[in-house]
C-alpha cells in the first residue's frame, strides 16, 4: 500500500511538472528551477530532470528546459544534446558560439 501511495503522489508531482513544462511557448526556454516554481515545487529542480528524464510523450516539449547557466544539460556532444539544440534552434532560440541561450531574451516565464 505504501509504494502505491507514493506511486500515485509521484505521478501527481511529475503531471504538474510537465504541465508547466507544456506552458512554455514555442521559441522560448525555461529554467528547471522556474519549472519546479511554475509546478508549485520552488527550489525543487533536480525533480524536474529526474520527471523529464523519465520519458514523456510528444505532448511535453522537454527541450524547452535548460539549466540555469543558459545551456543545454545533456551532453551536446551527444545525440540528445544535439537533438535539443536542433529542436530549440528550429523554433529560432540562438545559441552564442560558446553554446548558450541567452535568458534574458528566450526565457519564459520573463526574468522580472
Do not use: C
Request: charge should be positive.
Amino acid at each position: 500500500m505504501g509504494n502505491s501511495r507514493r506511486s500515485n503522489q509521484r505521478s501527481e508531482l511529475y503531471s504538474k511538472i510537465y504541465a508547466a513544462v507544456r506552458s512554455v511557448p514555442a521559441g522560448r526556454v525555461s529554467t528547471y528551477g522556474r519549472i519546479a516554481s511554475l509546478a508549485g515545487y520552488p527550489g525543487q529542480a533536480r525533480l524536474v530532470g529526474y520527471a523529464l528524464h523519465r520519458g514523456v510523450d510528444d505532448a511535453v516539449p522537454w527541450h524547452r528546459v535548460i539549466n540555469y547557466k543558459g545551456r543545454i544539460s545533456l551532453d551536446t556532444g551527444a545525440m540528445a544534446g544535439n537533438i535539443q539544440q536542433a529542436l530549440l534552434e528550429s523554433e529560432g532560440v540562438v545559441f552564442s558560439e560558446n553554446g548558450a541561450v541567452d535568458l534574458d531574451k528566450y526565457v519564459y516565464p520573463e526574468i522580472s
